[in-house]
């Protein structure tokens, strides 16, 4: 299903590599993604494809904990419960998420819409508490917004948006006074120029800037 569905990426990640081990993770973010899980078929295709033992593809798959090998909802909402979010609301958002859906951590919606988690840092302390939902960041989220981002992640879900467990096409956002969900530009700070190849650096500048 994979060679018939994804031939041409399967493809270009297999032209990318020398050695067909490298195209193990990029192979499974596919898998995962078309099937909402990797079961044990789907890594055993994955192998297949990719000619390498499935001993191999299971102990990658289990190894890392944005592969799933038990089915999920839709969207995976991960709460960040780590010190800063946690002094801003996130344990109150954390019970809010339980209370509205009706499932505790790491269990999936009886519509096999939402699953929630617990996860550390998501290195966006400035914005806490920080909610990851299939790897698009929503920032500021407390209790009090839970309704809007539940609300936000059904329409998506029901217009038929492309929905990537594996967090392809990431992206930032924020819950709107409104309550819409509000995509916002991801702000990277300014890079300091490299000096010129050959150019003598002063090194007390460099140190005191």
């Keep these: 299903m994979l060679l018939e569905q994804h031939k041409a990426d399967i493809d270009a990640i297999r032209s ?17 993604d078309v099937y909402g899980h990797l079961s044990d078929a789907a890594i055993r295709e994955v192998a297949e494809i990719l000619d390498l033992p499935p001993t191999d593809i299971f102990e990658v798959a289990g190894f890392y904990t944005l592969f ?12 960040c419960d780590d010190v800063p979010c946690c002094y801003l609301g996130a344990e109150e958002l954390i019970t809010a998420l339980k209370d509205t859906l009706g499932v505790k951590e790491d ?29 698009d960041y929503f920032y500021d989220v407390t209790a009090d917004k839970v309704d809007a981002l ?8 029901a217009r038929g948006d492309t ?24 702000r990277l700070g300014p890079m300091p120029a490299s000096p010129a190849v050959g150019a003598p650096v002063d090194h007390e500048t460099s140190a005191g800037s």
């Design 68 to 79: 799933y090998t038990r089915e999920v909802g839709k969207w995976v909402i991960q709460v």
């Design 107 to 135: 269990e999936t919606t009886s519509d096999g819409m939402f699953t929630i988690q617990r996860v550390k840092c998501l290195a966006a302390c400035h914005r806490a508490p920080v909610v990851q939902a299939n790897l």
């Design 150 to 157: 539940l609300h936000a992640l059904r329409e998506r879900a």
């Design 16 to 32: 990318r590599y020398a050695e067909r081990r490298s195209a193990v993770l990029p192979l499974l973010y596919i898998a995962q």
């Design 163 to 186: 929905l990537s467990v594996s967090g392809h096409r990431a992206e930032d956002y924020e819950i709107a006074a409104d309550g819409s969900a509000q995509m916002i530009e991801r």
